[in-house]
T-cell receptor
Framework: DAGITQSPRHKVTETGTPVTLRCHQT?????MYWYRQDPGHGLRLIHY???????DKGEVSDGYSVSRSKTEDFLLTLESATSSQTSVYFC????????????FGPGTRLTVL | AQSVTQLGSHVSVSEGALVLLRCNYS??????LFWYVQYPNQGLQLLLK??????LVKGINGFEAEFKKSETSFHLTKPSAHMSDAAEYFC????????????FGQGTRLTINP
């Protein structure tokens, strides 16, 4: 357990509505990530952060934005949700030093109707 | 660009049999390689990782993987399958330096038959 929580854990929303997912960590790790998991695609990186207010795009960033105003929180926003964004979203943190490994949160299942 | 191919989206073995899950990668730079396991309705758990030290890497739950540069492979093995090994397994690659942006394979679902 790397002290990662995600909220909400489940959400159903309608096309065109904004949605924000929250990732919270308790151990002050510098790097945080958002991935989405879809059948047949494994996990794909959406955005990541390397510090407060420092973020960058991943492989599938279109339609998503992120913010990190505090070390412990990394928010993922879908400005106008589409059905193609129905997925399971995972947050991860990277422990540095000798470990240098990513640990994943429990996931958020998002359904866009 | 980096990529990962996992051969076989579903693998089924008998309890006590050898488990072999295949992973081939493509990377223009020396990679880090990882195997993660996902149990139903849970997040991903690290099984093991290769970080350019020993080519044979031992992980948790009796799993191990061997990095073979000439074959660009990082196959996961376990000598004797247990019912509790039933899960989905993901191979991933990243660059050694920088943000460790993981690129995952599509996953292999392992079923254990009694």
């Amino acid at each position: 357990d790397a002290g990662i929580t995600q909220s909400p854990r489940h959400k159903v929303t309608e096309t065109g509505t904004p949605v924000t997912l929250r990732c919270h960590q308790t151990e002050n790790h510098r790097y945080m990530y958002w991935y989405r998991q879809d059948p047949g695609h494994g996990l794909r990186l959406i955005h990541y952060s390397y510090g407060v207010k420092d973020t960058d795009k991943g492989e599938v960033s279109d339609g998503y934005s992120v913010s990190r105003s505090k070390t412990e929180d990394f928010l993922l926003t879908l400005e106008s949700a589409t059905s193609s964004q129905t997925s399971v979203y995972f947050c991860a943190i990277k422990e540095g030093g000798r470990t240098d490994t990513q640990y994943f949160g429990p996931g958020t299942r998002l359904t866009v109707l | 660009a980096q990529s990962v191919t996992q051969l076989g989206s579903h693998v089924s073995v008998s309890e006590g049999a050898l488990v072999l899950l295949r992973c081939n990668y493509s990377s223009s730079v020396p990679p880090y390689l990882f195997w993660y396991v996902q149990y139903p309705n849970q997040g991903l758990q690290l099984l093991l990782k290769y970080t350019s030290a020993a080519t044979l890497v031992k992980g948790i739950n009796g799993f191990e993987a061997e990095f073979k540069k000439s074959e660009t492979s990082f196959h996961l093995t376990k000598p004797s399958a247990h019912m509790s090994d039933a899960a989905e397994y993901f191979c991933a690659v990243s660059e050694i330096q920088g943000a460790q942006k993981l690129v995952f394979g599509q996953g292999t679902r392992l079923t254990i038959n009694p």
